[in-house]
């Protein structure tokens, strides 16, 4: 035997055991008890033992509840592999007590059985041919011992196998027969559980108290023979003693109380009989009746409702239009006749239904026919008059031909969140919008709008995160979605949980790097959830999202992953969260050539000098002041998280200049060289931004360093002079910005300086 501690494969049965525990194959009578030791339930967590080899066995020491038979056996068989095959396997054994582990004498054996994954095993003979029964005879408080035999070797990695219940292995109850060494306690091969390994023993009926019609009570009884009297059986072991044999005694008009029947007769009850109780009885009760005509009836006592050949449709019940239609003389257009209530012989082209309890074929003659002016506008010929009106239609009588005559069919139309029934065209006269055909103006929701006026809820999820329409989320602590004009929201979520893994949405319940690389995808334009979901957040720490995807949600949810973030889905704060300044740099923009050819590409590349700027240093030391002094010698390195540039082209006198790629250069003075393998990045083309930080951690810098390189190309007609410049505002947080070690650390910039490039045209 393979040690079992490392070969317990433990899984969650949360799926499994839905399915397991409809597939048992024999539901026990009343006297038979289930004995085991496992606490093994639906929805629990169980462990696959696939380290046995053929030959071994697992087993179990029960106790039988009572003196009876032992009549079954059950085993839990597992595989992880989904449609996995049944198995033969060697044998289950049932063997006396013996002296634990070793079981004694052996009680009964069944060869071959044959286990199928993902269900309880259930063996009820000994004999494949299902003729000899498993009958061992136990007595009270025996213990007795199943033991399970395998032919096959289980799969390390997938089984099929007995299974453990993972709660803890109880001393003297589990032990193994190990090829090599033999019986030995399952407990001390450090198996963590129980195994899933039954028995049943059929304790027999016993007697107890009856309780019968007119209040007789019978001592003796079992619960077969009770039934079969029409009694109530008071339990096993019960007496007349002991049973309170009280029914469910009526009183005019509405009362009710549980006395036997001799008191409910003194009180001048009425007795409902027994087995029943106040609790469950509905004195005196009425419900909707339907009539044999098809119509339907509210608030009829049953009785009434049968004598006048009615069906009652239960206690309170209401009538909801589904009573069954009478059968009539359906009338064909080649002379034959059907019986076929009204809604079938409407479907049979050209035919004509005479009426409720008409007859065939007597009844299909004389019955008015001709055009029907449908209620959608439309019209149909050689249509019965009962027919026509049953439908709604108009019946332009006997006889008649469709004209064209027919009215337009009217539908609601809305002006504003006013409402009149009118028809397309003059809905459209009025300057309204017409809902449909036979729309009406009714105000179901009562807010005092007809419902046909009133603006779906949303059209994007934007509309339901943002009601102001500012593009703010307002709500940042909810997923949205809109599904067919209807908002849509999940359970509370972290602010910073913006999705699932490979992209998928909703939010999973856990800040990790997916949340991260969503906001990463969402600036780069290529998110696949709606964006208004993904905006976790604002600049600098600030927990109300700034109507943006960009750099600040990516690190918000990397500060929520590392268990940083100040974001929660209490009040927001009333005031922004005021940064905290640790430096400032310059940005420079380099052109690779200073004159172009039109339709020839060029390079912008983008550094970042902090050697020659002011430093901000900390708030303390300035008593809150932004005053700015020169860097000293000495000075710590400016530390740096992350950044986000934004280039915008100017100039020219003919021609453009467009931005075709973004790109960060393997170069040594890389201002995250030497840490790319903790970096991240993202290009957005089309808005000419990008943006690039670390996962974990921040690098000291000075001196100057490259950050992007952005690539154009200049149409065939520029000509002039063009400016690249990084735009900058702090106010906008969608264009340049860096972010020191942490989310509230500001890094100014206080200088940009562009690129010129000239372009001398054709």
Known sequence: MRFLSNRSLCVSLSAVVMLTLQSVAHRAPAAEVTVQNDTFIKGGAAGIQAGFVPGESAAVWLTSPCDGNIVALQVFWLSTLPGALPSLEDSITVFAE??????????????????????????????????????????????FV????????????TGPSVIDD??????????IDEATFGWFNSCAFFVPGDWVIRAVVDCGAQPG???????VCNNGTTAAACGAAGGVYQGDGSNCTSAACNEACCFMPSGCLDLTFSDCNIAGGFTEGPGTDCGTTVCFPTGACCDPDGSCTTDVDPTVCAAGGGSYQGNNAPCNGSCPQPDGACCLSGGGCLSLVQTDCGVIPNSLWAGAFT????????????????????CDNDIAETSCTAAGGIFQGDPSTCDGTCPAPQGACCVGQSCTLETDADCTGMSGTWAGILTDCADGNANGVPDECEAPPCTTAADCADPLGDGTTDDVCTWWECDAGTCVATSLVHPSDTGRALGECPPDDF???????????????????????????????????????NLADALHALTCFAGNNSCTCGPSPEAPVEPNVVGAVSLTAVSGRDNVEPGEEFTVRVMMNTADVRRVPSADSLSGTRRAVRASRG??????????????????????????????????????AGATDNAFDAFNVENGQMLAGLFNGSVAKAGIDYLATFTYRASPDAAGTFVVDILHDDADQDQTFLVGSELIDKIEVVRTDPAVVTIYGR
């Open 98 to 143: 013996g002296s634990f582990p070793v079981p004694g004498a052996q009680l009964a054996i069944l060869e071959g059985p044959v286990m199928t994954p993902g269900v309880f095993n259930e063996f009820r003979h000994l004999d494949e041919n299902q003729t000899i029964p498993l009958i061992v005879p136990v007595t009270n408080g025996q213990t």
């Open 146 to 157: 199943v033991s399970f035999k395998f032919f096959n070797d289980p799969d390390d990695a």
């Open 166 to 175: 993972q709660d803890g292995c109880q001393a003297d109850r589990n032990a």
């Open 209 to 215: 108290a009856c309780c019968e019609g007119l209040g």
């Open 359 to 378: 007859a065939c074929p007597g009844d299909c003659t004389g019955i008015p026919v001709g055009a029907c002016c449908n209620p959608d506008g439309t």
């Open 511 to 549: 800040c990790n790097l997916a949340d991260a690389l969503h906001a990463l995808t969402c600036f780069a334009g290529n998110n696949t959830c709606d964006t208004i979901n993904i905006d976790a957040g604002g600049p600098l720490g600030d927990c109300a999202p700034d109507g943006f995807c």
């Open 635 to 672: 000075e710590p390195a400016l530390q740096l998280w992350a950044y986000q540039l934004h280039a915008g082209v100017s100039g020219g006198r003919t021609g453009s200049i467009e931005l075709v790629d973004i790109t960060i250069e393997q170069r040594e003075d890389f201002v995250f």
